[in-house]
């Protein structure tokens, strides 16, 4: 086991299953969990992350796809099992996939943290912000954000004829960026939620939920850009290890 004491002691007690979906189809990316990313297969990243946690008790892949399976265990996932394709389509909502996983497993979890291997940026740090956060506030779930540099009142949207109008309308305007308040957006990196709850309400962020703010580059693999902006952030000296 390759947990240590978290804050206050609080984590060695509780068991945490890590659950990484990853299903064959894709549209923007053929094959997009396989993807060529610096060397490695896309979802080969996100293992990594997972396998170096302090936290992690068991780091699963779920996947309908025997490829992938044969990559995740490769790099060092556990495979136990093989998604039915009901539960891999385009519509099948995650949390029905991390219920199956759940239901599959010979072994009960505390905690399900759910890592999409398409945020192949998320660092093992990260990962385990959430598992301390999550805990140690005595929430339900805790997510990951990104800060973003706009106010709240300076963000539109569109009304039916194409003008813009205030995202906000009551909002107060701020002039200078100094004086803007922190505006967060869920970044996809991390969901870290208690297993009773995830049951209880099917949902990976049911309330009380509490943040855990992802102060690292982001970027969520969509697009075949997207995989060459990861691939220059991956570079040996373009971000931290």
Known sequence: MRRVDGPAGVITDLRVLAVIPARGGSKGI?????????????????????????????VIVSTDDREIAEASVEHGAEVPFLRPASLATDSSPTVDVLLHAIRSLDSTFDIVVTLQPTSPLRTTGLIDSAIERLVASGATSCVSVKRLKADASWMYTL??????????????????????RPVYVLDGSVYATQRSAL??????????????????ASIDIDESVDLRVAHALLLPGSREA
């Open 159 to 180: 009304d039916g004829d194409g003008a813009y109008v205030p995202l906000l309308p009551s909002a107060r305007e701020v002039a200078r960026r100094q004086d803007a």
């Open 199 to 216: 049951e209880l309400t099917r949902s990976v962020r049911p309330e009380p939920c509490v943040l855990v703010e992802n102060t690292e």
């Open 30 to 58: 053929p094959r997009k969990n396989l993807a060529d990313l610096a060397g490695r297969p896309l979802i080969a990243w996100t293992i990594a992350a997972a396998l170096a946690s302090r936290y992690l008790d068991r």
